[in-house]
């Protein structure tokens, strides 16, 4: 069996990672879609929200399982029984980081090959940082992230809105 692992942050999920998702799915038997569990970081979603936005939004396609990990992804895509990691590149400023990894995987790994799929162009702009400044000052994020996962974002931001206008109102 074919299988690979798409690690990766999705704080929250994009339509440039849905894309990496449908396309890196139609060449595997299985994907394994990995939620990384860093505690080092502080995200906007819980690896478990981030876990179920994503199963909502792959719903639809039948070889893709979702699973939260830490730690290292070559460890993780060991542990799946998986060939190959999937990552997704956008522009140069992606490439210098995403060859690092790959060669530094490829050391600890060398049964693991990484698969990079370039982005669809209409997406090649989009990041989860810059939807998570939009989404904070109240922009419309509709075009950027499924409708599940800008749901939940207006949730997690609303009552800071709602905070934010009522200063201006007072100050007014
Ligand atoms: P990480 O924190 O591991 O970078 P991300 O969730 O930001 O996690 O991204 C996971 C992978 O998806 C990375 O390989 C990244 O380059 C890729 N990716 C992110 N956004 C896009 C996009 N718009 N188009 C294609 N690939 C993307």
């Known amino acids: 069996m074919r299988r690979a692992v798409y690690p990766g942050s999705f704080d929250p999920v994009t339509f440039g990672h849905l894309d990496v998702i449908?396309?890196?799915?139609?060449?595997?038997?299985?994907?394994?879609?990995?939620?990384?569990?860093?505690?080092?970081?502080?995200?906007?979603?819980?690896?478990?929200?981030?876990?179920?936005?994503?199963?909502?939004?792959?719903?639809?396609?039948?070889?893709?399982?979702?699973?939260?990990?830490?730690?290292?992804?070559?460890?993780?895509?060991?542990?799946?029984?998986?060939?190959?990691?999937?990552?997704?590149?956008r522009a140069i400023t992606d490439f210098d980081y995403e060859l690092q990894m790959a060669q530094t995987n490829r050391i600890m790994n060398p049964e693991i090959d990484t698969i990079f799929l370039t982005t669809s162009l209409e997406y090649a702009?989009?990041?989860?940082?810059?939807?998570?400044?939009?989404?904070?000052?109240?922009?419309?994020?509709?075009?950027f992230v499924p409708e599940v996962a800008a749901r939940r974002m207006k949730e997690k931001?609303?009552?800071?809105?709602?905070?934010?206008?009522?200063?201006n109102e007072q100050q007014n």
């Open 22 to 89: 449908r396309r890196s799915a139609a060449l595997v038997d299985e994907l394994i879609v990995g939620v990384l569990n860093n505690h080092t970081k502080t995200p906007l979603f819980s690896v478990e929200e981030r876990v179920k936005i994503l199963l909502e939004v792959t719903k639809d396609i039948s070889n893709v399982r979702i699973e939260s990990f830490s730690g290292l992804s070559v460890d993780f895509v060991k542990k799946c029984h998986a060939g190959f990691l999937v990552r997704g590149l």
């Open 125 to 143: 702009y989009l990041s989860s940082s810059t939807v998570k400044e939009v989404a904070a000052y109240g922009g419309d994020i509709s075009k």
């Open 157 to 167: 931001y609303g009552n800071k809105y709602k905070n934010k206008e009522n200063v």
